[in-house]
């Protein structure tokens, strides 16, 4: 059971919007820590896709975009293509306990 | 560049000690800037945490595996290491290697850039 709640799978077709929602609490999201995104293909190395909520690293499209607002993030894919089928995964930090990064379970996006 | 590379056993007999080790060019461990980390995988399964570390050996945990994980820095070879003791089938994962992505902050930090990653089989 992650700690921080996403999707297990959503969809679309090529040239829609999606969005893939990362639902946390006061311990992670909510203690205004920051969430971050990461992209992967079957079988490769996780791609840091949105940084520090809403920031892309260079030659991530711009089709990519974060938010966060309160004890929730979102991550949304406009003019959704083929090649955009792949894992998501965010991640931030959670107090409890004694302090953890964590992550997300990972959605799979589906281009219909 | 910045590139990290695991390496180590792709077996381990169950209640051993896995030991993995990432080696780091392009950037300087000593330096002290950024923080080290360990990251595993297991087949279908979704990202997890393990630790990190500092260039001065300082070190924080996944409280889930605090009680078997070590995690422990080499800078004379620029390299850090994993040490999990116990291991059972559930341990079976690809484990990566990664650094912060922000300079020296232990907590609030993403990723960025990762190792390969190389798998690790628990099994007799």
């Known amino acids: 059971q992650s700690v921080l709640t996403q999707p297990p799978s959503v969809s679309g077709a090529p040239g829609q919007r999606v969005t893939i929602s990362c639902t946390g609490n006061n311990s992670n999201i909510g203690a205004t820590f920051d969430v971050h995104w990461y992209q992967q293909f079957p079988g490769t190395v996780p791609k840091l896709l949105i940084y520090a909520n809403t920031n892309r690293p260079s030659g991530v499209p711009d089709r990519f975009s974060g938010s966060k607002s309160g004890t929730s993030a979102s991550l949304a894919i406009t003019g959704l293509q083929a090649e955009d089928e792949a894992d998501y995964y965010c991640?931030?930090?959670?107090?409890?306990?004694?302090?953890?990064?964590?992550f997300g379970g990972g959605t799979k996006l589906t281009v219909l | 560049q910045v590139q990290l590379q695991e390496s180590g056993p792709g077996l381990v007999k169950p209640s051993q000690t896995l030991s993995l080790t990432c080696t780091v060019s392009?950037?300087?461990?000593?330096?002290?800037?950024?923080?080290w980390n360990w990251i595993r995988q297991p087949a279908g399964k979704g990202l997890e945490w393990i630790g990190l570390?500092?260039?001065?050996?300082?070190?924080d945990y996944n409280p889930s595996l605090k009680s078997r994980v070590a995690i422990s820095v080499d800078t004379s070879k620029n390299q850090f290491s994993l040490r999990l003791s116990s291991v059972t089938a559930a341990d079976t994962a690809v484990y990566y290697c990664a650094r912060d992505g922000r300079p020296t902050t232990p907590r609030d930090n993403w990723f960025d850039p990762w190792g390969q990653g190389t798998l690790v089989t628990v099994s007799s």
């Open positions: 991640q931030s930090y959670d107090l409890s306990l004694s302090g953890s990064r964590v």
């Open positions: 392009g950037d300087s461990i000593s330096s002290g800037t950024y923080y």
């Open positions: 570390i500092y260039s001065s050996g300082s070190t």
